[in-house]
């Protein structure tokens, strides 16, 4: 899975991050994809969005207040996968650092 950097100082901010837990909290792949995954940090949690080949990113030190702090990361480039991605893609992407048996997908 290929993406393009949208916003390069929000991609350097979030990019080598040490995960802890990584967990799916929704999937919807018909018509438009849509995926979201919850991840903890030594003192933060993320969202990471994907809806039509989009990549965005949320962090907050409360879960309830993750939502309302999203930002625009990334987007897809190859179109004909669109869909098809998987949390190891978005990982790889962004350089995170984490256990395996610390994520599911």
């Given at each position: 899975?290929?993406?393009?950097?949208?916003?390069?100082?929000?991609?350097k901010?979030?990019m080598?991050?040490?995960?802890?837990?990584?967990?799916?909290?929704?999937?919807?792949g018909?018509?438009?994809?849509?995926?979201?995954?919850?991840?903890?940090?030594?003192n933060?949690?993320?969202?990471?969005?994907?809806?039509?080949?989009?990549?965005?990113?949320?962090?907050a030190?409360?879960?309830?207040?993750?939502?309302?702090?999203?930002?625009?990361v990334?987007?897809?480039?190859?179109?004909?996968?669109?869909?098809?991605?998987?949390?190891?893609?978005?990982?790889?992407?962004?350089?995170?650092?984490?256990?395996?048996?610390?994520?599911?997908?």
């Open positions: 899975m290929k993406f393009s950097v949208m916003d390069d100082k929000v991609w901010k979030y080598g991050v040490r995960l802890y837990t990584c967990f799916p909290v929704r999937d919807v018909d018509g438009f994809p849509h995926k979201e995954w919850v991840c903890e940090t030594k933060k949690y993320l969202l990471v969005k994907y809806f039509g080949g989009m990549l965005t990113l949320g962090c030190e409360q879960f309830d207040d993750l939502r309302n702090n999203m930002s625009l990334a987007r897809e480039t190859e179109e004909s996968v669109r869909g098809k991605l998987a949390f190891e893609d978005i990982k790889n992407f962004m350089q995170w650092q984490i256990r395996d048996d610390e994520w599911v997908d």
